[in-house]
């Protein structure tokens, strides 16, 4: 998704002055078409990114756009109190990118696996949360929020050849986009984890299972009244992503259940524990931690066995 996100991002800012791309010393091999194309408007800070998130509050004060470009963890966690502090709280229109949600970045170990960062982002209520699933939705998501006022966190994958099918690009804000039809369950996913979710109902429908996908995009502000209406017609949901189990997705769709007075039987499928330090592919911690396609479809039979008993 980062390639998509930088040419779509290269093109807006051919049109629009105020677009600025700050890195924390990372990017390359990606960041390369804008910042050849506006050198003037793109900034290396070093490693440093609660500076990064500095310099692009006042940028935004003065009336600029600034993107801010990381790897996840570096992106959301390190400079936190400094995104709260500055975007959130003067509603500025800064811009966090943070790439390589969830385990992409497994080789490099725990440090870099991006887990909690939808939990603590949508913790705030004064900051805008996207999380594309693969690289079409990334550039219609970005064409229609880049300029939104407000500060707003993207949260992309790595991948810019997968995409996830019936998906076409559909993105709108508040809203999520219901690719595959079926009534025997719901599966509600979250970020480039969605591939997985749509091969696994591939295999239940071999089985004679046919399941709803839907992939939310937007989670603040969250789709409200799209999940109600699917989880009032569904007994039995999964939601799916590559995050903790708590504080993401899960947790928002639980919430709605709750406040809604929802009847329906709703399985997590998340991380649900701290790495152990045994780290490898995205594919095999994806295995590991029970979200790889076959495992995905192994707990919508055990759910739905579950709920027919």
Known sequence: MRGAFIRTLTRLAKNDQRIFLLTGDLGYMALEPFAEEFPERFINVGVAEQNMVGAATGLAEAGLIPFCYSIVTFASLRPYEFIRNGPILHQF?????????????????????????????????????????DHTQTVTALEKTY?????????????????????????????????????????????????????????????????????????????????????????????????????????????????????????????????????????YLYEKHGLSAQRLAAQARDLLCEVLV
């Open 147 to 283: 300029d939104l006022p407000g500060p707003i966190y993207y949260r992309l994958g790595k991948d810019d050849r997968i995409t996830v099918p019936g998906l076409d690009g559909l993105f709108e804000l508040g809203r999520c986009q219901t690719i595959r039809e079926g009534k025997d369950l719901l599966i509600l996913a979250m970020g480039s984890i969605a591939y997985e979710a749509a091969t696994a109902i591939d295999a239940l429908k071999k089985d004679g299972i046919n399941c709803s996908l839907a992939i939310v995009a937007s989670l603040n502000p969250a789709p409200t009244a799209d999940l109600v209406d699917l989880l009032s017609r569904f007994r039995r949901v999964m939601t799916v992503e590559a995050h903790y189990e708590n504080g993401g997705l899960g947790s928002l769709v639980s919430e709605t259940v709750a406040e809604f007075d929802l009847r329906c039987k709703l399985t997590r499928c998340a991380i649900k524990s701290t790495p152990d330090g045994l780290t490898g592919s995205q594919q």
């Open 93 to 133: 229109p800064v811009r966090i990118i943070g790439v390589g949600g969830g385990v992409e970045y497994g080789h490099n170990g725990a440090t870099h696996y991006g887990l909690e960062d939808v939990a603590v982002m949508r913790a705030q209520p004064g900051i805008t949360l996207v999380a594309p699933a």
